[in-house]
């Protein structure tokens, strides 16, 4: 059995008569025509392929134009798509071939060749032998140049997509640390993250998924850290995607997660370049897809949802509480309300007498069991929440003041709810905003519903058979074949160093194990190194032994 | 078929305690003392070095074939018709264990907190959980059972420390002549009553051929029971030093009457055993889990299946039918003691089997060199 998982896809089936007419369809679009085309040498044929496939696009546009070389006049060709096209590009491209052509060294070459090895100063020059190719690289924004008689073209690199500045990642802020964070363009992403690594090892791969869309994805790892395994799977599990349209990141994360059904994220997505290299030097598989300024990072575990990178920016004992307090927010978020009802309505007896009687006094006017109570306060907060994000942020605020507060008094005053269920409500309600990962808050704050029902029905106990089924869930998942809990399930305890509480990170030697990384120590520690306080390194990392039995050979305990 | 290696020897500790502590948890100290008084606690250790022993030969024969469960190794040891039927001995009187676990839990949850619900409810919801746990595969198995493993230990250790303040050690006493003057077949049947508890340890015989490292599941089957088993001792100890044996014949469930008992004055929190019962649910949950799935993946081996999920789905009624049938809480402990103490010579029974058929077969795989 392989290390990691497989997932399966079924194609429909389609009825031949349907088959049929969706094949004639297809046959008469633009890119079967150009599929069927081929260069012949002859400019007015080469050129016509694209005038009459595409030339009904506004945006595509040919200039003819004619050079001199050795005293022959040869007719010339650009063809280039308006706007995806840099302007002033194209024009020095036409500078070299009209004004500063200079051959006077007779050569044996062929007249391409010229060309491309002596007229033209460019670096991204690339030969298009098939009419798809070249219509391809056209349709990237970039131009393609015609020579009569040669039955090939040349392509050249124009693009000038658009794109925004780099600019400080919205929803990873962080009080220290970089302000980089990813855009929308690939280029630039990889760039971010090559400024960040200079190592020959990181390998990044391209592939495009999307029939139409024609999307560049990249997935980046780091050679000899990254499990092969992992890497494979990765690979296989995007070559597998069929989809005729990939708009971004998340989409893309809808079809290589494991568990389609699971409310838990089970790929990390972050917008932060050293995040993305921090992972891949965990020995985890970035994904990169054009047009979204979001990486997805394979494996995902569940502590890495609640790790944010200032974690690591910060001294380890702040940071450790950091992370405790955000511990805690987290588990209330969740189990907050539905541990109030199960108290108020079954075991009210657990509440010390005096609150008991002031939760009592609070709620003598209001007319619903706590958890009708509850359970509608807890809806109209997500109502809430939901609206602020969608308005304009100077509305934004001045909405969730109202909601917050004038509706909360006045629904205590009126004898709608009483006054503890708004303290819960609120209390849940910023639990959930401490979080950082956006997409796991949003599962826990969810399936704190299902909590209070049961919590309504069975107190108590209901809660704990909520939590077990959430806490069997969890345990069941996977993602990329890394159990979701670990390092605490399987334990692992250098990874404990990294889970709860954060350890000094000289401590931290080991990446973590459950990746099963081809070289599992971060650091090589020599005999004569110290660490700190004069101990040896050695012994800072444990003993190490060699698993009998183990998948592979380099796992170190 | 090669078996996924991903079950660490720690991973395989945990499990053993996690799956051992059950709902007889409430209720053993009672039994216990009704048969030997204050011999209780002695009973408990010889219980634990008595299943320690079964635990060996597990782990024993696990190693000699750490390709296979004990399930699947047993065909080749005893022949498959015997194996077949010994198997459905097993399924059978794990069902049983299963369904009597969680009518005894409900029975607790029904006395002590939900005084209104009918039982059918609070037992359909743990043999539902238990069975949609149940379909997942042994990694997973583990997995569960390890995770669960602080939440079953952590606040039963608690409730000894806060109960300490109202223990007397003339409770005890005597301490040492424990089973003076005690007939030798109430000695034996304390001993096999607190054993019973630890039946769930036949599951090493599934987790070993998941092992990174099947050697080192010996020395973790012994300090799993070892762990499992120092629990129970510690809380017959408390419960007999704060009631003494006099109370104790009057209380259904000494331990959660030690619940009770616990208290934190000046906290947020007056009364602590509503959320005892609730964080045992946990502990409930995991032993029902594990029977259920001992179950199951010996029936599944009788009519070789190669996935025993639906199989899960299938017992959930029988479950349910087996857990009716007890007329009344009376019963259902006259029940317990006798399906506990007969099976645990299947549970006991079925290695030693196993193992001298393995000694005798390579013996005479020696011979024959």
């Known amino acids: 059995m392989s290390l990691f998982g497989r997932l399966k896809y079924r194609k429909p089936y389609v009825p031949v008569h349907k088959r049929q007419r969706i094949e004639q369809a297809q046959n008469r679009t633009p890119s079967a025509r150009l599929h069927d085309s081929e260069f012949v040498g002859n400019l007015h044929h080469d050129l016509g392929i694209f005038e009459d496939i595409l030339g009904g696009n506004a945006d595509l546009l040919i200039r003819r134009f004619q050079i001199q070389i050795h005293k022959r006049k040869i007719h010339c060709g650009l063809v280039y798509m308006d706007g995806s096209s840099s302007k002033e590009e194209l024009n020095q491209i036409l500078r070299a071939l009209m004004l500063d052509i200079d051959i006077s060294t007779h050569t044996k070459n062929s007249l391409e060749e010229i060309v491309v090895d002596q007229c033209l100063p460019y670096v991204d020059v690339d030969m298009k032998y098939s009419v798809m190719e070249a219509a391809n690289w056209l349709l990237s924004g970039n131009s393609l140049l015609f020579l009569d008689g040669v039955v090939k073209c040349i392509g050249l690199s124009t693009q000038a997509f658009k794109e925004r500045s780099v600019t400080q990642p919205e929803t990873e802020q962080v009080i220290q640390g970089s302000r980089e964070g990813f855009i929308e363009s690939i280029g630039t992403n990889i760039s971010l993250m090559r400024k960040r690594m200079r190592t020959s090892n990181m390998h990044v791969e391209l592939t495009q998924i999307g029939e139409q869309t024609a999307t560049n994805v990249v997935y980046c790892y780091v050679e000899g850290i990254a499990n092969e395994d992992l890497v494979r799977e990765v690979r296989g599990r995007l070559e597998r995607v069929e989809t005729d349209a990939l708009y971004g990141a998340g989409y893309l994360e809808q079809f290589i997660e494991d568990n389609h059904y699971s409310p838990f994220p089970q790929i990390q997505n972050t917008e932060r370049p050293d995040k993305a290299v921090a992972a891949m030097l965990e020995g985890r598989v970035v994904i990169l897809v054009d047009g979204t300024p979001f990486a997805l990072i394979v494996p995902a575990v569940f502590s890495q949802f609640y790790q944010t990178t200032e974690d690591y920016d910060t001294r380890f004992l702040m940071a450790s509480m950091i992370r405790g307090i955000r511990l805690v927010a987290l588990i209330f978020s969740l189990i907050f309300p539905s541990l109030y009802v199960s108290l108020i309505s079954f075991n009210p007896e657990m509440i010390p007498t005096k609150f008991a009687v002031a939760v009592a006094g609070g709620r003598a006017g209001v007319p619903f069991p706590a958890i009708a109570e509850i359970f509608g306060l807890e809806l109209i907060m997500e109502i809430l929440r939901e609206a602020t994000i969608r308005l304009p942020q100077q509305i934004g605020g001045a909405l969730s003041i109202v909601g917050v507060l004038v509706i909360g008094q006045a629904a205590v005053q009126a004898g709608f709810v009483s006054p503890i269920t708004v303290v819960i409500v609120a209390l849940t309600t910023i639990g959930s905003f401490a979080t950082p990962a956006y997409n796991a808050a949003i599962a826990l704050r969810m399936l704190r519903f299902p909590l209070m029902i049961l919590a309504g029905m069975f107190g108590l106990y209901g809660v704990m058979v909520g939590l077990i089924l959430i806490a069997n869930h969890l345990n069941s998942l996977e993602s990329f074949g890394v159990p979701y809990l670990s390092p605490v399930v399987p334990g692992d305890r250098y990874g404990l160093r990294d889970t709860i509480v954060r350890m000094p990170v000289w401590s931290m030697k080991r990446r973590p194990k459950q990746l099963r990384t081809n070289n599992p120590q971060r650091v090589r520690t020599g005999e004569d190194t110290k660490g700190p306080k004069g101990r040896p390194l050695s012994e800072t990392t444990g003993v190490r032994r060699s698993r009998g039995g183990s998948a592979r050979e380099t796992q170190k305990d | ?369």
């Open chain 2, 1 to 369: 078929m090669e078996k996924p290696k991903s079950v660490t020897a720690t991973q395989l500790t945990m499990s053993i305690g996690t799956s051992i502590i059950g709902v007889g948890i409430l209720a053993f100290p009672r039994i216990t003392v009704e048969y030997v008084r204050t011999g209780a606690p002695m009973a408990a250790i010889c219980a634990m070095l008595l299943m320690m022993c079964g635990g060996i030969v597990v782990a024993y024969l696990g190693n000699q074939y750490r390709e296979r469960t004990i399930f699947e190794y047993a065909d080749e040891l005893v022949g498959q018709w015997i194996g077949r039927l010994l198997l459905v001995c097993i399924g059978a009187y794990f069902l049983e264990l299963a369904a009597l676990a969680s009518r005894e839990f409900g029975e607790v949850v029904v006395t002590s907190v939900l005084q209104r619900t009918p039982i059918e409810v609070t037992v359909f919801v743990m043999v539902l959980m238990a069975t949609v746990a149940c379909r997942s595969d042994i990694i997973v198995f583990a997995r569960i059972l390890t995770f669960y493993m602080p939440f079953v230990y952590f606040p039963a250790l608690v409730i000894v420390v806060l109960s300490l303040k109202s223990a007397q050690s003339a409770n005890l006493m005597p301490l040492l002549g424990m089973f003076y003057g005690q007939q030798v077949k109430s000695v034996f049947m304390s001993i096999m009553v607190v054993a019973a508890l630890f039946t769930n340890y036949i599951i090493v015989g599934l987790i070993i051929p998941f092992m990174y490292q099947p050697t080192r599941a010996m020395r973790g089957t012994i300090v799993g029971i070892g762990i499992a088993g120092s629990l129970y001792i510690i809380l017959m100890f408390s419960t007999l030093s704060v009631f003494g044996i006099e109370e104790m014949d009057n209380l259904l469930w000494p331990t959660m009457e030690l619940a009770k008992t616990a208290a934190l004055p000046t906290f947020y929190i007056e009364r602590l055993d509503p959320i005892f019962i609730a964080v045992w649910v946990t502990a409930v949950f995991s032993a029902i889990f594990a029977a259920y799935y001992v179950a199951i993946q010996a029936l599944s081996h009788v009519f070789r299946l190669k996935n025993h999920r639906g199989l899960s789905i299938l017992a959930l009624p029988i479950i349910m039918l087996l857990a009716k049938l007890p007329p009344n809480i009376v019963s259902l402990y006259h029940v317990i003691k006798q399906v506990g103490v007969s099976g645990l010579c299947l549970t006991l029974g079925y290695p030693l089997l196993l193992l001298i058929a393995h000694v005798i077969k390579t013996a005479r795989v020696k011979s024959s060199i």
